[in-house]
């Protein structure tokens, strides 16, 4: 019929795939080799900035000094002194769904190790950033280059921290199905349960050393 656009009647023919299924199986394949990769050289690449942030870009990026553990004073014990366990560098800070990446800068291969985020709080003083556990144990200490910075990162440790919470409680529940994430959140996920292994040991604290000594049984009488 005049004016009628010809179409293909050849047998066989296939209708041509949608975009949107041409975008979700280039996004998996970015990601399965990316998963390659950091298998095959056992977590140093494959895990990049510009892998991890994805289409949809982290949930936080920035730049900080980073140190394993405190006082339980809070801010008392963050940095205080001096000595080999401060550190003198920033390194480059990634949060994308609830978990924290350390890096050695935005050009390193893969992070140096990753925290977890879900149960963990937070305090701010200006520039500086207590994360800490459920318990009120000091796990981390970050100091940013402005107090703006700092808040940002605060809320977007709060904001993660509960939606990791929450998909703790659906998972428990039998609910796995109802979790509906981003293929960049679900490979930063994986990446993050393998890097937190790498976190830094815990310093030994004076309190510990005191827990450690045996108690003279008389002493109590």
Same mark, same amino acid.
Do not use: W
């Given at each position: ?15 041509? !795939?949608?975009? =949107? ?13 990316? *998963?390659?990769?950091?298998? *095959?050289?056992? =977590?140093?690449?494959?895990? +990049? ?7 949809? =870009?982290?949930? /936080? ?6 140190? *394993?553990?405190?006082? #339980? ?41 990753? $925290? ?20 009120? %144990?000091? +796990? /981390?200490?970050?100091?940013?280059? #402005? ?15 509960? $939606? ?11 609910? +796995? ?9 679900? /490979? ?9 292994? +790498?976190?830094? %040991?815990?310093? $030994? ?11 003279? !049984?008389?002493?109590?009488?």
């Amino acid at each position: 019929m005049a004016g009628e656009t010809p179409q293909d009647t050849r047998a066989g023919s296939a209708p041509a !795939p949608k975009k =949107g299924g041409r975008r979700t199986s280039r996004k998996s394949s970015i990601f399965a080799r990316a *998963r390659m990769s950091f298998a *095959r050289t056992h =977590g140093q690449r494959g895990a +990049d900035v510009d892998t991890l942030r994805g289409t949809s =870009g982290a949930n /936080y990026e920035g730049e900080a000094k980073v140190k *394993r553990g405190g006082s #339980n004073n809070g801010f008392c014990g963050c940095f205080a002194g001096s000595g080999d366990g401060e550190p003198k560098k920033d390194r480059y800070i990634l949060i994308k769904g609830a978990a924290c990446f350390v890096f050695f800068d935005e050009e390193a291969p893969s992070p140096k190790y990753a $925290i977890m985020l879900a149960h963990m709080k937070t305090e701010v003083d200006d520039s500086r950033v207590v994360l800490e556990s459920a318990l009120g %144990d000091v +796990d /981390y200490c970050f100091v940013f280059k #402005n107090a703006e910075e700092a808040q940002k990162f605060a809320s977007a440790v709060a904001e993660q921290a509960a $939606i990791g919470e929450a998909e703790e409680v659906k998972k428990r529940l039998g609910h +796995d199905h109802l979790l509906k994430k981003r293929s960049s959140v679900k /490979y930063a996920q994986s990446i993050a349960a393998k890097k937190a292994k +790498d976190q830094p %040991d815990q310093p $030994i604290t004076a309190a510990d050393v005191m827990a450690a000594v045996p108690v003279d !049984p008389l002493t109590n009488i």
